[in-house]
């Protein structure tokens, strides 16, 4: 069984009814009244980003259908924002190694943090 975590940054090709094909990756994976949508990035100076129902076939294969219904993609697009706003305060204590510093100490990512001060990360400590 495919875990959907694993699609993260996965390459996609979706081809338009003209024949063209468009190569986007999995931007993210968003829950959304109870279906799961991926948000892809297109692979290209544009970025457009498309909201894509996730289907999952018998034979593992997963399935990204593209939806036309604003609804459905602005809910998708809101709820996206707001774990991001939500993940980015709860990081504000956490630096990209993974630990919180609190007091002046060297982390296992290299770089000494004192409080108040900012590390490579760019969060404040």
Not at 16 to 31: E, N, S, T
Not at 44 to 71: C, H, K, R, W, Y
């Amino acid at each position: 069984m495919i875990r959907p975590e694993s699609l993260i940054g996965a390459p996609v090709a979706l081809q338009a009814p003209d024949g063209r094909v468009f190569r986007f990756h999995v931007a993210a994976l968003v829950p959304y009244e109870g279906e799961t949508y991926a948000v892809l990035e297109e692979e290209s100076e544009s970025g457009q980003m498309l909201v894509t129902l996730v289907e999952v076939a018998e034979d593992n294969i997963p399935a990204f259908l593209v939806q036309g219904d604003e609804e459905i993609i602005t809910g998708v697009m809101e709820t996206l924002v707001a774990r991001s706003i939500a993940r980015s305060m709860e990081d504000e204590e956490e630096c990209s190694c993974g630990h919180h510093h609190h007091e002046e100490h060297t982390c296992s990512c290299g770089h000494d943090h004192h409080h108040g001060h900012d590390c490579h990360c760019g969060h404040h400590h």
